[in-house]
């Protein structure tokens, strides 16, 4: 049974598509000891961590490179000494090659500070394949940036949110008007300190693997003995496009620009119909991978901006599939606070649409 310690690996790096823990676990704890759970957007790994605390095989996809790095920390066995060992030879390496320049760095991070995020950050783009390494990369991407405290610093940033980067030019103007200048935080004690916590006391090691992949696409899933018999997820919600430019800080460290990319390479569309198809073209891939009766459970919103009715959403996205699923179920997941809604970087005078939860069989 996991206990209140076993959990805390969940909250390595917070996401702001996050969806909460107990949401994949009630459904999992249905499953039988052996069952493949997929997750085809798994963001953060929540599924794919809560299949690890039933002890069962899983497989996560992502088109984010963040999101990827998170979960595959998820999966790792690792201790937290192994962890701050490993960042110590790295801190102990020479200077980093290339450590950026302007207004931005010189106020969002000490200079100290930012050679050794540096330091870790080359290092770590190098070689990333052992658990400790693939544990220090998810926990850098959690502690990157943040709120500042009177206690001892959690975060290696001036203040800044947590679940996503503040855009340049109005974190330079947000600190400058207050007078704020970036803290000398000590990169190791916070890495330290946080590996203590988080990597304590994990659950067991289950077979799985979390693939930075585009779901739509032929082949992006991959294949397990006997099939899927869990599909646990949640889509991106129609006319959240966001996902790239506001974790554009995470995205450098990961071997990205220094700069924010208006982009949305790798999502899914939000133009009416072409969301519709692209999800259905999951769905498709999807039944393809799984057994018969695999049980699909979907947690998925609108934007109140937008004139959608989730449940009717859902169901043109599996009709349009061609595959056999059969909606078991509707029921309301009701209004979450606004850190957990995928609607929540929006600033909304309307009313948030409250959310489903979809449960689909595959028939054969």
């Known amino acids: 049974m996991p206990t209140p310690a076993h959990i805390r690996l969940n909250a390595l ?22 069952e493949w759970v997929l997750d085809p957007f798994c963001g953060r790994g929540t599924t794919n ?30 201790t937290p000494d192994e962890l701050v060992a490993e960042a110590e030879r790295i801190l102990a390496g020479p200077e980093p090659a290339d450590v950026p320049a302007g207004p931005f760095w010189d106020l969002a991070f000490h200079p100290r500070t930012l ?15 052992s658990p400790a390494r693939v544990a220090l990369r998810g926990l850098i991407l959690g502690i990157l940036h943040g709120p500042r405290t009177k206690r001892a610093p959690s975060y290696l940033s001036n203040q800044m949110p947590r679940t996503y980067a503040t855009k340049p030019e109005p974190a330079v103007r947000f600190w400058t008007r207050r007078g704020m200048a970036p803290p000398a935080v000590d990169v190791l004690d916070v890495i330290a300190r946080r590996a203590r916590y988080s990597f304590a ?27 899927y018999r869990w599909v646990v ?6 006319g959240m496009r966001s996902y790239q430019s506001d974790q554009w800080l995470r995205l450098w460290f990961l071997g990205g ?11 899914v569309s939000h133009l009416q119909g072409e969301y519709q198809r692209d999800l259905a073209a999951v769905w498709r891939s999807v ?11 979907v947690r998925f919103g609108c934007l109140p901006t937008l004139p959608c009715d989730p449940r009717q959403v859902m169901a043109e996205t599996l009709a349009l599939s061609g595959a056999p699923w059969r909606i078991v179920a509707v029921t309301g997941a009701g209004v979450p ?17 409250e959310e489903i939860d979809l449960v689909a069989l595959l028939e054969e």
């Open 13 to 34: 790096c917070p996401y702001f598509t996050m969806f909460p823990l107990d949401f994949p676990t009630h459904h999992l704890a249905q499953a039988r000891p052996g």
């Open 49 to 78: 961590f809560a299949a690890r605390l039933r002890g069962l095989p899983t497989v996560g996809i992502d088109a984010s490179p963040v999101a990827v790095a998170i979960a595959r920390a998820k999966l790792v066995q690792v």
């Open 115 to 129: 050679a050794d995020l540096c330091r870790l950050r080359e290092a770590l783009l190098r070689a990333c394949d």
């Open 201 to 227: 006391a994990l659950p067991p090691p289950v077979p799985g693997r979390i693939l930075l992949a585009d779901s739509r696409e032929p082949g992006a899933i991959p294949a397990v003995d006997g099939g």
């Open 233 to 238: 997820t949640s889509p991106p919600y129609f």
């Open 257 to 267: 620009e220094p700069t924010v990319r208006y982009i949305h390479e790798g999502q």
């Open 287 to 297: 039944a393809a991978r799984c057994r018969p009766g695999a049980r699909l459970v």
């Open 337 to 353: 606070p606004r850190h957990r809604r995928q609607a929540a970087q929006f600033e909304q005078t309307r009313p948030a649409i």
